[in-house]
């Protein structure tokens, strides 16, 4: 049973413009959260997280935003870069037990268009 | 500062031959973790080691063995490999306090 799911594969927008990738989970103790960047080729790189306790965390053209009741979190790019191109992962943890675990959704390939 | 290391970054196998797949970090972390990244599938945790001289299994642990040979070090061994093990491999690490994880760049293997 997948505890993460990242349900649209792809996404293509206009450089310049929002893009919104979105993650749902269904584990209800997951309590902490993580989006990651992927180019091909590469490894995973971190972009951004966010504790339960908050509902929204900003870094520069990045923000993601965490609904718990919904068990739904998004993350927006503002504006939209053609570097910005890569597959999105999004990520899921318990903060205790500090084992570190991560939960990973199956990714969204964003791709910006010049 | 290399960061997370993997080698070797290619590998064709036959199948029921064995491997051992490297992974070093030179951050002082002390857990490292083993992930398999498979299309549709995101990425499964294998095996994690979450300080050195322990290792736990993960989601997908059957099949393959680890080994934390040291605080720097943390293998990934296939002792009989299967085509259903066809896949790109990548090893993380983290410092205790932290859950932001750091990634090596991979490693795709294939066994026909």
């Known amino acids: 049973d997948q505890q993460v799911k990242q349900n649209s594969p792809s996404l293509s927008v206009q450089e310049g413009r929002i893009s919104i990738l979105n993650c749902d989970y269904t584990?209800?103790?997951?309590?902490?959260f993580l989006w990651y960047k992927k180019y091909p080729a590469e490894g995973p790189t971190f972009l951004i997280s966010?504790?339960?306790?908050?509902d929204k965390n900003e870094d520069g053209r990045f923000t993601v935003f965490l609904n718990k009741s919904a068990k739904h979190l998004s993350l927006h790019i503002v504006p939209s870069q053609p570097g910005d191109s890569a597959v999105y992962f999004c990520?899921?943890?318990?903060?205790?037990?500090?084992?570190?675990?991560?939960?990973f959704g199956q990714g969204t390939t964003l791709q910006v268009k010049p | 500062n290399a960061g997370v290391t993997q080698t070797p970054k290619f590998q064709v196998l036959k199948t029921g031959q064995s491997m051992t797949l490297q992974c070093a970090q030179d951050?002082?972390?002390?857990?490292m973790y083993w992930y398999r990244q498979d299309p549709g599938m995101g990425l499964r945790l294998i095996y994690y080691?979450?300080?050195?001289?322990?290792?736990d299994k993960g989601e997908v642990p059957n099949g393959y063995n680890v080994s934390r040979l040291n605080k720097r070090e943390f293998s990934l061994r296939l002792e009989s490999a299967a085509p259903s093990q066809t896949s790109v491999y990548f090893c993380?690490?983290?410092?205790?306090?932290?859950?932001?994880?750091?990634f090596g760049p991979g490693t795709r293997l294939t066994v026909t």
């Open positions: 990520a899921a943890t318990y903060l205790s037990g500090n084992t570190g675990k991560l939960i």
């Open positions: 584990n209800s103790m997951f309590d902490y």
């Open positions: 966010i504790s339960s306790i908050k």
């Open positions: 951050m002082n972390h002390n857990s």
């Open positions: 080691s979450a300080s050195e001289g322990t290792t």
């Open positions: 993380a690490s983290m410092t205790s306090g932290d859950y932001e994880q750091y």
